[in-house]
């Protein structure tokens, strides 16, 4: 199992520019997160799905996108990147709301200049 | 209000033990985890209790719950250089299991 990957692993956006950020998972897993990580500071909740078709805004959710047509894959999307958005983001997943342990992928480290 | 609170930074010589502390605010939460991120790697579950625990020991990991006090740390027995991390607090509350209250994290160094 590859687990949850994410790409690109790095990325610069010029303000204004959009993007999406693609996560996959090959843990039949039916949860699956978003976060984003700022310097110095824990991890923030983006949107979260609970299963394919099923999305939900967590903690900062302004500026992003998520769609869950498929149990694998769960894309977020920035429209008109603003240097807020200057962050290191998370994609997880877990097997279910009983399962205690989230699984995270790498990261994609984007800069908005 | 949800809130998790963590020193930002600990350094130890290698061979003595760690111990980060972790602070949080809501008493419903049910689980609380220890995450390690490791440099340039997503974050690693290390540990977890259960809220109705004091105490967990796994190996050379210690996790101490204090309910009352909404208090929390790891202890790392016999630290190595390959601990050097940051470990981050996480809860989950009672009326969202799945979601993540995560502390700023704590930045280990393990001194040779």
């Known amino acids: 199992n590859a687990g949850v990957t994410q790409t690109p692993k790095f990325r610069i956006l010029k303000i204004g520019q959009s993007m999406t950020l693609q996560c996959t998972q090959d843990?039949?897993?039916?949860?699956m997160y978003w976060y984003r990580q700022d310097p110095g500071m824990g991890l923030k909740l983006i949107y979260y799905?609970?299963?394919?078709?099923?999305?939900d805004k967590g903690e900062v959710p302004n500026g992003y996108n998520v769609s869950r047509s498929t149990t694998e894959d769960f894309p977020l999307r920035l429209e008109l990147a603003a240097p807020s958005q200057t962050s290191v983001y998370f994609c997880?997943?877990?097997?279910?709301?009983?399962?205690?342990?989230?699984?995270f992928g790498p990261g994609t480290r984007l800069t908005v200049t | 209000g949800e809130d998790v609170e963590q020193s930002l930074f600990l350094s130890v010589r290698e061979g003595d033990s760690s111990v980060i502390n972790c602070t949080y605010t809501?008493?419903?939460?049910?689980?609380l985890y220890w995450y390690k991120q490791e440099p340039g790697a997503g974050l690693q579950l290390l540990t977890y209790?259960?809220?109705?625990?004091d105490m967990k020991q796994d190996q050379r990991l210690t996790v101490l719950l204090n309910k009352k006090d909404k208090h929390l740390s790891l202890r790392i027995a016999d630290t190595q250089t390959g601990d050097s991390a940051i470990y981050f607090c996480?809860?989950?509350?009672?009326?969202?299991?799945?979601?993540?209250?995560f502390g700023s994290g704590t930045r280990l160094l393990v001194r040779p």
């Open positions: 997880a997943s877990s097997r279910d709301r009983s399962d205690y342990e989230q699984y």
């Open positions: 843990m039949n897993h039916n949860y």
């Open positions: 799905s609970v299963g394919a078709g099923i999305t």
């Open positions: 809501d008493s419903s939460s049910t689980y």
């Open positions: 209790i259960f809220s109705n625990m």
């Open positions: 996480a809860e989950s509350p009672m009326d969202s299991s799945y979601k993540l209250i």
